[in-house]
């Protein structure tokens, strides 16, 4: 399942790591619709909003259906049919749809056979591992490579930054009985884990590795529901490290969430590039820079990245536990 995820990139670094290339072959960055709603959190859970691209065409019906708008979406989908005035008094979650009853349940069905296909947006997300002395949440997201870059100049052509993990989902509008305003909500589809994964859950989100899995399931227009299903499968192309039970209250908003810890405290371990990169982005975040506006950050982070102590924050956590020898942090399980 996936009922916990991170997305830290303020508003214009999302759509700039959204770069993709249109079906005539340009360059060009999705359109941010509603960008003063989005908020970036280390510690999004169901009924909070979050980033997802879809194609313009759903908001737009001449638009080149491989045009791609960015749009901020409640998380736990609110069917067009449903008749009551308070969507959160629904009686049953929506937060998470099971590809092999996507195409049955009638909360989906509808939509998914419409098109409404879209990708949620997520710096990667969170699972926990049950096991005799409670549950061990890990963090888990793509492989990022040597090149990947704390801070993005405005500048670059191709984005270097974190690589963000690219999930499938349905979404839908409901507009309320009694008038209002229209609200858009999305539900993120599961799959069986990965052999890598399964040691931790036994369901993971669907991700689309790749930007022509992204561009196969947006374009409904050119890429019928029956094809675009069989993009839904589980990939091994992802890496996870376990994190504090800090990220266990979704109070908590701060970048300790997704820091790295060492279980057990009997290896020593070393940074990899992909746990350099996120040791680099997560300083980044905390830090700041002239550049950034603070409504960039999420309101739980600010008191980090105005700390002066290196002990209280997860930087500072991380270069310790990175500057060790041993083990990398972000791996695959070998059962």
């Not at 374009?219 to 504090?244: C, G, M, R, W, Y």
């Not at 290896?267 to 996120?278: F, H, L, N, R, Y």
């Not at 310790?320 to 990398?328: A, N």
Request: glycine content about 8%.
């Amino acid at each position: 399942m996936c009922g916990r995820t991170a997305c830290s990139l303020g508003a214009d670094g999302l759509r700039r790591a959204c770069a993709y290339r249109d079906r005539r072959g340009r360059r060009r960055e999705p359109e941010w619709i509603g960008a003063e709603r989005y908020r970036p959190s280390y510690n999004k859970g169901p009924q909070s909003s979050g980033p997802v691209l879809l194609s313009r065409r759903h908001l737009q019906q001449d638009a080149d259906s491989s045009e791609r708008v960015l749009m901020d979406m409640r998380w736990g989908l609110v069917p067009s049919w449903y008749k009551q005035d308070e969507p959160s008094k629904m009686l049953f979650k929506t937060s998470n749809c099971r590809s092999d009853t996507m195409l049955s349940k009638a909360s989906y069905k509808g939509a998914l056979l419409k098109g409404k296909r879209c990708v949620v947006l997520a710096d990667g997300f969170y699972e926990w591992q049950q096991h005799s002395g409670g549950k061990q949440p890990y963090f888990i997201h793509f492989p990022q490579t040597k090149d990947t870059v704390a801070e993005e100049k405005e500048g670059d052509e191709e984005w270097k930054g974190w690589r963000l993990l690219t999930m499938a989902g349905i979404f839908d509008c409901w507009e309320p009985p009694t008038g209002g305003e229209a609200l858009y909500t999305y539900t993120i589809i599961t799959v069986d884990a990965s052999k890598d994964l399964s040691f931790i859950h036994h369901r993971m989100p669907a991700i689309l590795d790749g930007d022509d899995a992204i561009t196969k399931w947006l374009d409904f227009a050119e890429v019928p529901t029956q094809e675009a299903v069989k993009l839904i499968q589980p990939i091994e192309n992802i890496v996870f490290h376990p994190v504090s039970t800090f990220v266990n209250s979704i109070r908590n908003n701060a970048p300790e969430c997704l820091a790295p810890i060492e279980l057990g405290a009997k290896k020593e371990v070393k940074g990899t590039p992909s746990s350099q990169a996120m040791l680099g982005w997560l300083k980044n975040s905390q830090e700041g820079s002239s550049q950034k506006k603070e409504n960039d950050l999420p309101k739980g982070m600010r008191q980090f990245s105005h700390s002066p102590s290196p002990k209280k924050t997860s930087a500072g956590i991380l270069q310790q536990w990175l500057g060790k020898e041993g083990d990398p942090p972000a791996k695959k399980h070998k059962g």
